[in-house]
């Protein structure tokens, strides 16, 4: 397995330098791209983007690992909460967002069965090529799927999931600028893609104002930092396509005061690339992911504005340890139960991502009780 930022193979390089030639020729055309734009297209240019040029991606032989794909754990845990939500309805549905590999949509659905909870399983997958691998996975699982190109427009009772996928949508980088807030994008300067301040764009100056109100204080000269954009829409046609049930989002992610602490002035941009995480976006455009952490005020905040309830918020850690997942202190563990102690310990332990990943909840037109784990809603 490769560890480092070493070149990629010639089919790797030939896809990378594709994708930098069209980005290239918008930037040339337009002499500036929002990070925004350039992120979509890193990610989401078709046959050429992260998620859909047959990349690996997900793996050890790929750039990084999620949590469904470490252990089945989640979505067991995830199962037990979710059945409680569908047992009421008739026909309910499973909506997950962003499936990825596949695999939390067979370990989830086969959880669901074995708590004899019957349920259609849909998901909705913007990249055609992980919709093939998906496809592979579950026919082989004999997990049945449907498969959506947008959210349902009747809207159904069930739940909607969704792990890790708000952390990839494009984020909306910004400085703030002798007061100012400016937008920041991407140039092409000595042969290679740099960052570049845009023209002042006045709904982000809007929305910046109004984070400095609710934060109390004025971001510091200099401070950078992410917003997403296309959150409020997203979380309005979610709102949208569930009649009654519930909403799962796991990521990594903060509250609105950490994640513009001014402790944190570079913002939270992240880059995966062979398993090592950095900070240069511009690195290989379209193989390596690019993400940035999820404001979760933000996403409780765009969903009350939608109508949702805010039904549960803490850590993944809290989530799976107080749900009882971990072994008994006495019993004795064999051989094979290591390798899935040590993807547990790497989901719940502070320092890996036992902290840094959260789950919120969220719920309409039924009451629910909070998830296991501390509630940490007020702090949202
Ligand atoms: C980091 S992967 C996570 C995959 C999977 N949920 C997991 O945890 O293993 C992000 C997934 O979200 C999908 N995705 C990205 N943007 C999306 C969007 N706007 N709507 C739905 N899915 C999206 C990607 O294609 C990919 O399947």
Same mark, same amino acid.
Request: contains cysteine; charged residues 25%; glycine residues 8%.
């Given at each position: 397995m490769a560890t480092d930022l070493s070149r990629p193979d010639p089919d790797g390089s030939g896809i990378s330098r594709r994708l930098t030639r069209r980005i290239r020729t918008? #930037?040339? $055309?337009? @002499?500036? #791209? @929002?990070? &925004?734009?350039?992120? &979509?297209? $890193? !990610?989401? &240019? +078709?046959e050429l983007g992260y998620y859909n040029n047959g990349s690996t991606k997900f793996g050890p032989l790929g750039d990084f690992v999620t949590a469904p794909e470490l252990s089945p754990v989640l979505a067991g845990v995830l199962a037990t909460r979710i059945a409680d939500v569908l047992r009421p309805f008739d026909e309910p549905v499973v909506l997950e967002v962003g499936a990825g590999t596949g695999r939390l949509a067979v370990d989830l659905a086969r959880a669901l069965r074995a708590l004899d909870i019957r349920a259609q399983y849909w998901i909705l997958e913007p990249s055609p090529e992980l919709r093939d691998r998906q496809r592979r996975r579950c026919a082989a699982a004999g997990i049945e799927i449907r498969w959506l190109d947008d959210f349902p427009r009747e809207p159904f009772d069930g739940a909607i999931v969704a792990n890790e996928v708000l952390d990839a949508f494009p984020a909306t980088c910004f400085v703030k600028r002798a007061g100012e807030v400016r937008p920041l994008g991407v140039g092409w300067a000595e042969r290679e893609f740099a960052w570049m301040e845009g023209p002042a764009d006045a709904e982000l100056s809007v929305y910046i104002a109004s984070l400095e109100r609710r934060l109390g204080r004025r971001l510091a000269d200099g401070y950078r930092s992410e917003v997403s954009r296309q959150l409020p829409s997203w979380m309005r046609r979610v709102a949208a396509a569930l009649s009654r049930g519930a909403v799962y989002v796991l990521d990594y992610g903060l509250t609105e005061t950490e994640y513009y602490h001014p402790q944190r002035p570079h913002g939270t941009l992240i880059c995966h690339y062979r398993h090592r995480a950095h900070d240069n976006p511009f690195l290989f +455009?379209? !193989?390596?992911? #690019?993400?940035?952490?999820?404001?979760?005020?933000?996403? $409780?905040?765009t969903a009350r504005q939608a109508g949702l309830t805010v039904a549960g918020f803490t850590t993944q850690g809290q989530f799976l340890v107080e749900a009882g997942t971990m072994p008994d202190a006495g019993s004795r563990p064999q051989a094979a139960d290591l390798a899935a102690a040590q993807a547990l310990k790497t989901l719940v332990l502070p320092g890996e991502m036992g902290e840094r990943f959260k789950l919120l909840v969220l719920s309409r037109g039924m009451s629910l009780d909070p998830p296991p784990g501390r509630d940490f809603r007020a702090r949202l």
């Amino acid at each position: 397995m490769a560890t480092d930022l070493s070149r990629p193979d010639p089919d790797g390089s030939g896809i990378s330098r594709r994708l930098t030639r069209r980005i290239r020729t918008e #930037i040339r $055309a337009r @002499g500036w #791209i @929002g990070f &925004e734009r350039f992120m &979509e297209r $890193a !990610l989401y &240019e +078709p046959e050429l983007g992260y998620y859909n040029n047959g990349s690996t991606k997900f793996g050890p032989l790929g750039d990084f690992v999620t949590a469904p794909e470490l252990s089945p754990v989640l979505a067991g845990v995830l199962a037990t909460r979710i059945a409680d939500v569908l047992r009421p309805f008739d026909e309910p549905v499973v909506l997950e967002v962003g499936a990825g590999t596949g695999r939390l949509a067979v370990d989830l659905a086969r959880a669901l069965r074995a708590l004899d909870i019957r349920a259609q399983y849909w998901i909705l997958e913007p990249s055609p090529e992980l919709r093939d691998r998906q496809r592979r996975r579950c026919a082989a699982a004999g997990i049945e799927i449907r498969w959506l190109d947008d959210f349902p427009r009747e809207p159904f009772d069930g739940a909607i999931v969704a792990n890790e996928v708000l952390d990839a949508f494009p984020a909306t980088c910004f400085v703030k600028r002798a007061g100012e807030v400016r937008p920041l994008g991407v140039g092409w300067a000595e042969r290679e893609f740099a960052w570049m301040e845009g023209p002042a764009d006045a709904e982000l100056s809007v929305y910046i104002a109004s984070l400095e109100r609710r934060l109390g204080r004025r971001l510091a000269d200099g401070y950078r930092s992410e917003v997403s954009r296309q959150l409020p829409s997203w979380m309005r046609r979610v709102a949208a396509a569930l009649s009654r049930g519930a909403v799962y989002v796991l990521d990594y992610g903060l509250t609105e005061t950490e994640y513009y602490h001014p402790q944190r002035p570079h913002g939270t941009l992240i880059c995966h690339y062979r398993h090592r995480a950095h900070d240069n976006p511009f690195l290989f +455009p379209g !193989l390596q992911d #690019i993400s940035a952490w999820v404001d979760f005020s933000a996403c $409780a905040r765009t969903a009350r504005q939608a109508g949702l309830t805010v039904a549960g918020f803490t850590t993944q850690g809290q989530f799976l340890v107080e749900a009882g997942t971990m072994p008994d202190a006495g019993s004795r563990p064999q051989a094979a139960d290591l390798a899935a102690a040590q993807a547990l310990k790497t989901l719940v332990l502070p320092g890996e991502m036992g902290e840094r990943f959260k789950l919120l909840v969220l719920s309409r037109g039924m009451s629910l009780d909070p998830p296991p784990g501390r509630d940490f809603r007020a702090r949202l």
